[in-house]
C-alpha cells in the first residue's frame, strides 16, 4: 500500500493487561503490519486500588507489558494512564495523545468486540470518534451483542475495507487477526490453581510472574 504524505499512523491499545497475553500481541503485531502503523501503542490502566488483582501493583502489570514489547517495534508502551492520581478515562488519554501529536496524524483506536459492545458505557463515548478511527478485533471467546446505539453508529460510520480509511478521525473498521481465544481472566485462574500459561504469554512475562510469585492462589 502506497503511503500517501507524511502524516504518522498511530495504533493504541488500552486495557488493564492483567497480564498482557498473545491475544493483546498477536492482535496488536498484525493490525500494525497489516495498515503500516508507525507506532502502536499499548497503554495500560490505572484502576482503582479495590479493583487490582491481589498483590498485582499497576507497576507490575506495567512491567509486563515493557517486557513483552521490547525490541518488538513497532509497538511500544504509553505509561500516562498510570502516571495520572486518578483512573483516566480514554476520551482524556485521547486528547492528550492528540496534543502531542500533528494534526494529520491518524490515530486508530483498537477494541475487541466485547470492549467495543462496552462503549457506551464510556466516559462521553460519542465523543471519541472525533479523536480517532476505530479498528473493532473479533473475540472468539466473546458473545457480547451490540447495542442498537452502536448499531446505528456503525451503520453511519464503518467502512468495510480498513485499508480504506481516509482522515484523521471518525470511522470505524471491522479487522480480521488471528483469532486467539485467550483472555487474561483464564490465565490468571491457571496460575491460581497451580497450571502452566506457558505459550500463552511471552516467555519474558512468564519469567517475570514467576519470578514475582504472581496470581497465585491465597495459602
Ligand atoms: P480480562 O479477562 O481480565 O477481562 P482481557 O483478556 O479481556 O482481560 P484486557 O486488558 O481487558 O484483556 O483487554 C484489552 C483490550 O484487548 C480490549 O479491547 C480487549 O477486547 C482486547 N483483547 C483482549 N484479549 C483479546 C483477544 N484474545 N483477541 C482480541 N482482542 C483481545
Redesign the pocket.
Same mark, same amino acid.
Given at each position: 500500500m502506497a503511503r500517501r504524505s507524511d502524516a504518522r499512523r498511530i495504533g493504541v491499545? +488500552?486495557?488493564?493487561?492483567?497480564p498482557?497475553?498473545? +491475544?493483546?500481541l498477536r +492482535?496488536a503485531l498484525e493490525v500494525a503490519e497489516y495498515l503500516q502503523f508507525d507506532e502502536l501503542r499499548l497503554i495500560p490502566?490505572a484502576r482503582p486500588p479495590h479493583r487490582d488483582t491481589p498483590q498485582v501493583s499497576a507497576a507490575q502489570r506495567l512491567a509486563m507489558v515493557e517486557l513483552a514489547v521490547a525490541d518488538v517495534p513497532p509497538l511500544r508502551v504509553d505509561d500516562r494512564e498510570l502516571k495520572r492520581e486518578r483512573p483516566s478515562y480514554t476520551i482524556d488519554t485521547l486528547e492528550s495523545l492528540r496534543g502531542e501529536l500533528a494534526a494529520d496524524d491518524q490515530v486508530f483506536l &483498537? &477494541?475487541?468486540?466485547? %470492549?467495543?459492545c462496552g462503549l457506551p458505557s464510556w466516559h462521553r463515548w460519542e465523543e471519541l470518534l472525533q479523536h480517532c478511527h476505530m479498528l473493532v &478485533?473479533? !473475540?472468539?471467546? %466473546?458473545d457480547s451483542e451490540a447495542s442498537e446505539a452502536l448499531r446505528n453508529l456503525l451503520a453511519a460510520r464503518s467502512v468495510n475495507d480498513p485499508q480504506a480509511i481516509v482522515g484523521v478521525a471518525g470511522q470505524i473498521s471491522f479487522i480480521w487477526?488471528t483469532? &486467539?481465544?485467550?483472555? %487474561?481472566?483464564?490465565? !490468571?485462574q491457571r496460575l491460581a490453581e497451580g497450571r502452566s500459561v506457558r505459550y500463552l504469554v511471552p516467555d519474558s512475562v512468564l519469567a517475570y510472574i514467576h519470578a514475582h510469585g504472581l496470581y497465585r492462589a491465597p495459602n
Open positions: 491499545l +488500552g486495557g488493564t493487561f492483567d498482557v497475553h498473545i +491475544g493483546h +492482535g490502566s &483498537l &477494541l475487541g468486540w466485547d %470492549a467495543f &478485533l473479533q !473475540r472468539p471467546d %466473546a487477526q483469532p &486467539l481465544a485467550v483472555s %487474561a481472566t483464564q490465565i !490468571r
